[in-house]
């Protein structure tokens, strides 16, 4: 659980397909290695190296916890992938936890505020290569208040793509025919 690419510095009423532009367009921006792709939320665009759920289907864990089940693939692949992004919030609520300040309103400049945000998932990441155990991640997942929640080939825009979504399709299908068996 350690952050691979920091962008702070938008406001939040940014949209995510213009970040996620302003990303991929800086000079040592984000970089999709070919053959992988990231996790995304229902606010983004399924595309080649941005895997995103389905829409008009089940998504959010909290549709599953009554104890129903997946009824197509579709539905399937949205549980996993919201399982697996919960990975991600995870994360951030470990940063939050361990830095005070990143927990409630800054005053200070712009430019100061990116820099602490930076700081502090840099030193996250330094905690998490270099101690075996942390002691803030043990304590987050105690918490009752946290029990819900290379150069190489790249990929450099993000777009719709037919190939794309017949991939996500096939592999939608062959999760749910592997969970059927089992």
């Known amino acids: ?24 367009n800086r000079p040592n921006g984000l970089r999709v ?6 996790l995304m939320d229902a606010g983004y665009t399924n595309g080649q190296g941005f895997l995103a759920p389905y829409k008009g289907t089940r998504y959010y864990l909290s549709k ?12 399937h692949f949205n549980m996993k992938l919201a399982s697996a992004r919960n990975v991600i919030k995870r994360c951030f609520g470990i940063l939050k936890m361990r830095w005070a300040i990143l927990r409630s309103p800054s005053f200070y400049l712009i430019n100061i505020q990116n820099r602490i945000i930076m700081a502090c998932c840099l030193i996250h990441n330094l905690i ?12 987050y997942d105690l918490s009752p208040n946290t029990k819900n929640i290379v150069e190489e080939d790249v990929i450099a825009s993000v777009a719709s793509s037919s190939q794309w979504t017949t991939w996500r399709d096939d592999l939608a299908k062959q999760m749910f025919d592997e969970w059927r068996r089992n």
């Open 1 to 24: 659980m350690e952050f691979i690419f920091v962008l702070p510095g938008w406001e939040g009423s940014t949209s995510y397909s213009r970040m996620l532009r302003d990303a991929l």
């Open 33 to 38: 290695p070919s053959g992988y792709y990231y």
């Open 64 to 75: 599953w916890r009554d104890g129903s089940i997946p009824g197509t693939p579709e539905e």
């Open 128 to 139: 998490r290569r270099e101690m075996s155990v942390d002691p803030d991640e043990t304590a």
